[in-house]
C-alpha cells in the first residue's frame, strides 16, 4: 500500500476520464442533451427499436380500449376493467418510450400511417369476450418476446433505455398472466 491507497482503490480511480476533460466536452456538446461521447449504443438504432416499440404500445392501447367498449356478457364488467386497466398502461409506456426517443434525439413516430407496419403486434378486433381475451394475450406475449430482444440486443450499452424496457417488460408479463388467469376462468 503505497501512500495510504492499496492497489485495488487506485484501479477504481484510474477508471475515470480526467475531469478538467469531462467538463470541457459537457460544455462543447451541450445540444445534445443526455447523449455524451461516452454514449456507446448505436443511437440510430435504438431510436428505431423504440419507435417499433412505440408503434406496438398504440396498437395495444387502440385494441385494449376496443376491447373494452365492446365487452358483453356475463362477466364483462370485470374483464372490460381488465381491459382498461391494461390501455392505460399501455398508453404509460408509450409515453415513457417516446420521452426516451427524444432524450436520444429522437423524434417519437405516432404518425397512424403504416402504424401496424411498424408495430410488432397486430390489432385483432374479437367478437366474443374469449376471442378478446386471447387476443390480448397473443399481443403481450410477442411484447414479452420483442422486449427481451431489445434488452439483450442493448446488454450495457444503453442502462437507461434497458432499465426502461425491463421495468416495461415486467409489466407485459403481468398483462400476460392476467390474461391468461381470465382464459382459464373461462375454460371452467
Not at 57 to 63: A, G, H, K, S, T
Not at 90 to 115: F, M, T, W, Y
Not at 170 to 184: F, P, R, Y
Amino acid at each position: 500500500m503505497r501512500f495510504g491507497i492499496d492497489e485495488g482503490s487506485k484501479r477504481k480511480a484510474d477508471f475515470l476520464t480526467d475531469i478538467k476533460t469531462i467538463r470541457e466536452r459537457a460544455r462543447q456538446y451541450m445540444q445534445s442533451g443526455a447523449v455524451t461521447l461516452g454514449y456507446p449504443a448505436n443511437r440510430a438504432m435504438v431510436v428505431k427499436l423504440l419507435n417499433t416499440a412505440l408503434a406496438t404500445e398504440i396498437v395495444c392501447v387502440l385494441r385494449y380500449k376496443r376491447h373494452y367498449y365492446m365487452a358483453d356478457g356475463m362477466n364483462s364488467a370485470s374483464i372490460a376493467a381488465e381491459f382498461l386497466e391494461h390501455a392505460n398502461d399501455e398508453q404509460g409506456h408509450a409515453d415513457q418510450i417516446a420521452k426516451r426517443i427524444v432524450q436520444l434525439n429522437g423524434e417519437p413516430n405516432c404518425s397512424p400511417e403504416h402504424l401496424l407496419e411498424r408495430s410488432h403486434s397486430e390489432y385483432v378486433e374479437g367478437h366474443t369476450l374469449a376471442e378478446m381475451v386471447q387476443e390480448n394475450l397473443v399481443a403481450e406475449r410477442i411484447a414479452i418476446d420483442t422486449y427481451r430482444e431489445m434488452i439483450d440486443y442493448l446488454g450495457g450499452d444503453d442502462s437507461t433505455t434497458r432499465c426502461m424496457l425491463e421495468g416495461i417488460l415486467a409489466v407485459e408479463e403481468g398483462h400476460a398472466e392476467d390474461m391468461a388467469n381470465l382464459l382459464k376462468q373461462d375454460s371452467k
